[in-house]
């Protein structure tokens, strides 16, 4: 088992029919550690390159979910999990990473020589789109989305 994750990574691929032609549609859960980052980083990569995206894309995803991720660990209460969930379809690669914590996460615009706080700005600039959802019992989802070809 991997270090941090909470439960089995479950495989939720769907038929080619279902949902605008979805190539894969997968979930990880993680502890709120700081390695979450790292492997939530490393596990969305091979998600995406399994689907057959890699280049400049895969790493743009990969550095995305790192820092929503990384917000998430941060901000979020130190019990609870993180959930990574990322869907790869033929117009877009949408990752969405939900947690316990409170609040709504802004984009912010630190001087440059703040140590941190650039996490959804770098989302911000290299994601076509991306929002906040509060979950229903508590929580929220921070997504994005990414075309699979930049």
Do not use: C, Y
């Amino acid at each position: 088992m991997h270090p941090g994750l909470v439960g089995e990574v479950r495989d939720l691929r769907s038929a080619a029919s279902a949902r605008r032609a979805l190539l894969v549609e997968d979930a990880l859960v993680l502890r709120p550690e700081r390695s979450a980052p790292r492997a939530a980083r490393h596990w969305v990569m091979q998600v995406v390159a399994g689907a057959g995206v890699g280049g400049a894309v895969n790493q743009v995803v990969e550095l995305l979910a790192g820092e929503v991720v990384a917000n998430a660990v941060v901000h979020g209460p130190e019990s609870g999990q993180v959930r990574v969930e990322v869907a790869v379809e033929p117009d877009r690669i949408r990752v969405a990473v939900s947690d316990d914590g409170g609040g709504i996460p802004v984009a912010g615009h630190p001087e440059p020589s703040a140590p941190s706080g650039r996490g959804l700005a770098l989302v911000e600039a290299l994601a076509e789109t991306w929002g906040t959802v509060p979950r229903e019992g508590g929580g929220k989802t921070v997504w994005f989305e990414v075309h699979p070809e930049g």
